[in-house]
């Protein structure tokens, strides 16, 4: 069974930074693709990033240029570094590794940036 684990997030003012960690309990070059989805209350789930096997990175329109999604294959671990945060950043983050047709998601963490 494949695990999804994430840490990081919290609370931070608009301008500050908050970085997020994704790990998964097999290799991570397993997977199709890995990256961060994110849900705000009343709007549907949203791409942040992910990052595919062969390294290529995805962004949503709404970050470009201010967050960045790396990997650390020797941890299997995808990182995401949130910079320049602003209040409509702020909903809950979960991770999702896909193989093939099959998802596996985190439990999500929150991530509140007040103004």
């Known amino acids: 069974q494949v695990q999804v684990v994430e840490s990081g997030g919290g609370s931070v003012q608009a301008g500050g930074s908050l970085r997020l960690s994704c790990g998964v309990s097999?290799?991570?070059?397993?997977?199709?693709?890995v990256g961060w989805y994110r849900q705000a209350p009343g709007t549907q789930r949203e791409l942040v990033a992910d990052?595919?096997?062969?390294?290529?990175?995805r962004y949503g329109d709404d970050v470009k240029g201010r967050f960045t999604i790396s990997r650390d294959s020797a941890v299997n671990t995808i990182y995401l570094q949130m910079d320049n945060l602003k209040p409509a950043d702020t909903a809950v983050y979960s991770c999702?590794?896909?193989?093939?047709?099959?998802?596996?998601w985190g439990q999500g963490t929150q991530v509140t940036v007040s103004s």
């Open positions: 990052i595919n096997v062969g390294g290529r990175k």
């Open positions: 999702r590794a896909t193989i093939l047709r099959t998802e596996y």
């Open positions: 097999r290799n991570i070059f397993d997977f199709n693709a």
